[in-house]
C-alpha cells in the first residue's frame, strides 16, 4: 500500500528551515551526506535542498539506510519528545542527588554532554533557574527540614558547633 503525500517539497522544506513542530507528524527528511533522518523540527543545521530526501514514514527511512537523529530522535514514538526536557530532567536529577558536593556548571554539563552555556540556558528556560540557582534552592530546601528556620540560623549554629564556616568546613574536608 502506497502513502499519498498531499504536500509539495517546497512546502515541506519551508517546514525544515522554519523547525515548524506542526509537520513533525506528516513527514520526515533525511539528508544524503550525513545518512540521517529528522523531523522537521529538528534544531539542526539546515541541509542543503538537493542534500535532502523527503518521507511520509519512518519504514521509508529506514528501508533507504538512514539512520535516526540523535538530537530530535524522529524513532521514538511520541510525537512530543522534546530533547531538551531530556537534558535538564538529567541535570535535575544528578543535582537532587549530589547537592551536598561541590558541583560545577562545567562538570553537570560534560555529564548531561552538552555544553555549559547551551546547558545554562535550556534549564533557565525549562526550570526558569539556573542550575546553580536550582542547587542553592535545593540546599536552603534541606536545612529548612532538619529544622533551620533560615539559613542565618543554619550557619550560625554550624559555626558554633564546627568553629568554622560551612564553605571554610568544605574547604578543609576535600
Not at 528556560?125 to 528556620?149: D, F
Request: with cysteine; proline share 5%; charged share 25%.
Amino acid at each position: 500500500m502506497e502513502i499519498k503525500n498531499e504536500l509539495s517539497p517546497l512546502t515541506m522544506w519551508k517546514a525544515i528551515v522554519t523547525c515548524d513542530a506542526t509537520y513533525d507528524t506528516r513527514f520526515l527528511y533525511a539528508v544524503k551526506t550525513t545518512g540521517i533522518f529528522c523531523r522537521p523540527s529538528c534544531k539542526s543545521r539546515n541541509p542543503k535542498f538537493d542534500n535532502t530526501v523527503f518521507f511520509i514514514v519512518i519504514e521509508e527511512a529506514f528501508g533507504n539506510g538512514f539512520r535516526p537523529c540523535k538530537r530530535c530522535r524522529p524513532d521514538l514514538l511520541s510525537e512530543k519528545y522534546d530533547p531538551q526536557a531530556d537534558i535538564v530532567e538529567q541535570a535535575v536529577t544528578i543535582i537532587n542527588m549530589d547537592y551536598t558536593q561541590t558541583i560545577h556548571l562545567k562538570d553537570l554539563a560534560q555529564r548531561v554532554g552538552v555544553s555549559p552555556f547551551h546547558l545554562n540556558r535550556i534549564f533557565k528556560s525549562k526550570i526558569g533557574c539556573t542550575p546553580h540557582m536550582y542547587l542553592e534552592k535545593i540546599r536552603m530546601e534541606k536545612a529548612y527540614q532538619v529544622g533551620y528556620g533560615s539559613l542565618s540560623s543554619f550557619y550560625k549554629n554550624f559555626r558554633k558547633r564546627v568553629n568554622c564556616s560551612p564553605k571554610e568546613h568544605r574547604a578543609k574536608v576535600q
